[in-house]
């Protein structure tokens, strides 16, 4: 969602050949503000097309389907920031995000927030049928922010992990919190504490590999 790196839009790749692979018929709704000489060949991350593509989402969903919502962009504490064009726009709040994500709270659904301070957005968020996946807690930023790489730490730790689609939802989460913790350690910078949330009725799924849970169910 936000203009300024180009990791942004690059993790939304990262996670759709993760999907890919696990299931080439996945429906992938993609939005992304490119940086310079970046792709713009999708339509733009603003909070309209973003409350567009949530509604459509509810509209279409179906108990069960499966729904992975990625969002990557930098973050002030309480708030995902969106900058397209490098003109900034008005940003997604807990109260945004969590009425976009209600009528989908039948439907087994995924949230993660790469973003710093991402971990404030859990409570809000929270509900039986969803696991939550943040970057860090709610008081702390990710190493690396300026994102002068290819992706952005934790999306990375989490798409780019070998085997992924053979772990659990939980397991996956552990694996690319461990990751984390030793690259901050190498580096010698604070924790930024990954969370995640399982929901009561998510933890049955969340426990399945990732690539069981991603092949929802055929119609009977």
């Known amino acids: 969602m936000h203009s300024q790196s180009k990791v942004f839009r690059n993790d939304v790749l990262l996670a759709e050949k993760l999907v890919k692979d696990i299931d080439p018929n996945a429906l992938m709704l993609k939005l992304a503000n490119p940086a310079r000489d970046q792709s713009a060949d999708w339509p733009q991350a603003t909070p309209e097309n973003f409350a567009l593509v949530m509604s459509k989402m509810a509209e279409v969903a179906r ?39 209600a009528p989908l709270n039948d439907v087994p659904t995924l949230v993660v927030l790469s973003a710093c301070y991402s971990g404030a957005f859990i409570e809000p968020l929270k509900a039986p049928n969803r696991v939550l996946l943040t970057a860090t807690d709610a008081r702390r930023t990710t190493f690396n922010c300026q994102y002068k790489g290819d992706h952005t730490p934790f999306a990375e730790a989490l798409f780019g992990q070998t085997g992924a689609e053979n772990r659990s939802v939980t397991d996956w989460m552990g694996e690319a919190q461990k990751s984390i913790a030793a690259q901050e350690r190498r580096r010698k910078v ?13 933890k049955a799924w969340a426990n399945q590999p990732l690539k069981n849970w991603l092949q929802a169910p055929k119609a009977p």
């Open 63 to 101: 108990p069960r389907d499966r729904v992975l919502l990625l969002i990557s962009t930098h973050s002030n504490p309480g708030l995902l920031n969106i900058n397209a064009g490098g003109k900034h726009l008005p940003p997604l709040t807990p109260q945004i995000l969590s009425n976009a994500l």
């Open 190 to 202: 604070p924790a930024s504490q990954p969370r995640i949330f399982v929901g009561d009725e998510a």
